[in-house]
């Protein structure tokens, strides 16, 4: 009886110490946001919030955006041979 309840009081103080952790975080996020318009505007210029990589990370489905189009598969696949470059003070004749 008193482990289920102690079990009990332990969930309801780390919900409650996740929801105000959370909050607090969302409320650092907002004041932050808040700071730079307010910055941005004080120094004469029209704040953007550039929101494009929320759309795009909103299309994303299994490992393949939307956006681009399908790729043929690749046929063989060669193998590159390598070569030593030159420093820029040497020269070869």
């Not at 332990?10 to 607090?24: I, K, M, P, Q, Y």
């Not at 004469?44 to 795009?56: A, C, Q, T």
């Amino acid at each position: 009886m008193i482990s289920a309840f102690v079990n009990l009081l332990t969930r309801l103080v780390l919900g409650v110490a996740t929801a105000v952790l959370v909050l607090a975080f969302f409320a650092l996020a907002l004041f932050t946001l808040l700071g730079v318009v307010i910055w941005s505007l004080l120094r004469g210029r029209k704040p953007v919030i550039d929101v494009s990589g929320l759309k795009r990370a909103g299309q994303f489905r299994a490992g393949r955006s939307s956006m681009s189009p399908r790729r043929a598969p690749v046929g063989e696949v060669v193998d590159v041979e390598a070569r030593e470059v030159p420093t820029p003070g040497s020269r070869l004749n």
